[in-house]
T-cell receptor
Framework: DAGVIQSPRHEVTEMGQEVTLRCKPISGHNSLFWYRQTMMRGLELLIYFNNNVPIDDSGMPEDRFSAKMPNASFSTLKIQPSEPRDSAVYFC????????????FGDGTRLSIL | QKEVEQDPGPLSVPEGAIVSLNCTYSNSAFQYFMWYRQYSRKGPELLMYTYSSGNKEDGRFTAQVDKSSKYISLFIRDSQPSDSATYLCAMSAISGAGSYQLTFGKGTKLSVIP
């Protein structure tokens, strides 16, 4: 079975550029999560979708970050404009139900903003 | 005090040793407890998932939850070099938005030396 698929795996771009990260959840999973992982802060939840609807975006750091889920098989996380402090590994995870079930993670996008 | 505390290590043990990894937490609303393993440059993968206090065993891995002490542990018996990874504890509770959200420890980096 295919797991959670994220693209790109690596992204290097200059400050001020728009960055778009993509995620395809596991088929049949109706909850999707975006996380950011840094050495200093560990894994932090950014936003949670259930049935394609954003349920909790309180973890989104600021208005430069936005996320969409146009259908059950695709989600994007966009940063515009990007800043060096956004450099991190961004993970997407999916699960069935309301989130109390174990989440399955993709291999992440390693983002570097110069 | 952070919601979930986990000793970051690093922890280095000889092959065959018994490994004990621990997390403490402060939020008594946490209901589900998980351990994830994360290899370098990969996403976290679920190892163990428990709900109640007590022990749960799966092969060489045993997860222990003590809700009264707000303490969880992961034991690895007969550790192997392939167990070398970062181990993340995670816990979930219903958020203000009515959904379950995972809170992660920062992870303990384990090295098993042949």
């Amino acid at each position: 079975d295919a797991g959670v698929i994220q693209s790109p795996r690596h992204e290097v771009t200059e400050m001020g550029q728009e960055v778009t990260l993509r995620c395809k959840p596991i088929s049949g999973h109706n909850s999707l999560f975006w996380y950011r992982q840094t050495m200093m802060r560990g894994l932090e939840l950014l936003i949670y979708f259930n049935n394609n609807v954003p349920i909790d975006d309180s973890g989104m750091p600021e208005d430069r970050f936005s996320a969409k889920m146009p259908n059950a098989s695709f989600s994007t996380l966009k940063i515009q404009p990007s800043e060096p402090r956004d450099s991190a590994v961004y993970f997407c995870a999916s699960t069935r139900g309301q989130g109390n079930q174990p989440q399955h993670f993709g291999d992440g996008t390693r983002l570097s903003i110069l | 005090q952070k919601e979930v505390e986990q000793d970051p290590g690093p922890l280095s043990v000889p092959e065959g040793a018994i490994v004990s990894l621990n997390c403490t937490y402060s939020n008594s609303a946490f209901q589900y407890f998980m351990w994830y393993r994360q290899y370098s440059r990969k996403g976290p993968e679920l190892l163990m998932y428990t709900y109640s206090s007590g022990n749960k065993e799966d092969g060489r891995f045993t997860a222990q939850v003590d809700k009264s002490s707000k303490y969880i542990s992961l034991f690895i018996r007969d550790s192997q070099p392939s167990d070398s990874a970062t181990y993340l504890c995670a816990m979930s509770a219903i958020s203000g938005a009515g959904s379950y959200q995972l809170t992660f420890g920062k992870g303990t980096k384990l090295s098993v030396i042949p």
